[in-house]
């Protein structure tokens, strides 16, 4: 079984995630904001982060710097979800160290594509 990490500071919005992703292959975990993200990364090693960009505390940009801080999670994926949807914001987030980027309102069908994709398949 797979950990999915859910790091979003809006309810519904993890919500959604939770039932889009949901099942016998996946254990989804989750946080509202950057610093219980760090924290939950930690303690249960997820297989993948779905990180919001904008959080309170601490920002997706950050959570992700302190995240590649750590020798073991350097190869963690990390997914960018967020609102903002110009080029160039994607642009910024995969050079900064994401692995994908996926803007709100999420798909369903591409998030699972993508998710099967990162994951292995399962």
């Not at 975990?29 to 939950?40: I, R």
């Not at 709100?104 to 993508?114: G, N, Y």
């Amino acid at each position: 079984m797979k950990k999915v990490l859910v790091v979003d500071d809006n309810p519904v919005s993890r919500e959604l995630i939770r039932e889009v992703l949901e099942g016998p292959q996946q254990r989804i975990l989750e946080a509202e904001d950057g610093e219980e993200a760090l924290e939950k990364v930690l303690q249960e090693e997820p297989d993948l982060v779905l990180l919001d960009i904008q959080l309170p505390l601490l920002d997706g940009y950050e959570v992700l710097r302190r995240i590649r801080g750590y020798s073991r999670f350097a190869r963690l994926p990390v997914v960018a979800l967020t609102a903002f949807a110009m080029r160039e914001d994607c642009e910024k987030a995969l050079a900064l160290g994401f692995d994908e980027y996926v803007t709100k309102p999420i798909d369903a069908a591409s998030l699972r594509l993508k998710i099967r994709s990162i994951l292995g398949g399962e």
